[in-house]
């Protein structure tokens, strides 16, 4: 009963981002489905808000928490303030995004990149900061997710 609770459920929200611009628009991003796309709308509410799309990073607490005291100055952990949800929901877009995707984007070649450097964990919290900020991007720009040319096909 409860699997078919959950279907049911899955059903109608797929119906409601499809029905929703925006949610159509932000679905355009690879990793990111209907929960993503409608949970986004539903905590970022009014675009405008932000004075730039850095600050939404700050808002859903993906930012690095940052102690400073005389000459003490440590960029530590993300800060975690803001939505938990939120903030889970896009970090298991940016993991989608980094291992599951296999259409070639820039912010993907950044992320596996950037896991090879610092390791898998901190870079999926890192294209989960960027993608909110892109993700907020193109709802104010009203814009589609912009893939970008991989290095093969530009040689070509």
């Known amino acids: 009963m409860m699997r078919k609770q959950k279907a049911l459920i899955d059903r109608r929200l797929g119906q409601m981002a499809r029905k929703d611009d925006v949610c159509k628009r932000l679905m355009t991003v690879s990793g990111v489905g209907p929960i993503v796309s409608l949970l986004f709308k539903a905590t970022i509410d009014d675009p405008n808000r932000f004075k730039d799309s850095k600050a939404v990073a700050a808002h859903l607490g993906l930012t690095p928490r940052i102690y400073q005291s005389g000459e003490i100055d440590r960029s530590g952990p993300v800060s975690k303030c803001g939505d938990k949800m939120m903030r889970h929901a896009l970090f298991e877009a940016a993991n989608m995004h980094l291992r599951r995707s296999r259409k070639w984007s820039v912010l993907r070649a950044w992320g596996v990149k950037l ?42």
Not at 140 to 146: C, G, H, I, P, Y
Not at 150 to 155: G, L
């Open 115 to 156: 896991a090879k450097r610092i390791g898998a964990r901190k870079a999926c919290v890192a294209v989960a900061r960027k993608l909110a900020i892109i993700m907020h991007r193109m709802w104010v720009d009203e814009t589609d997710f912009r893939f970008g040319q991989s290095p093969a096909a530009q040689a070509a």
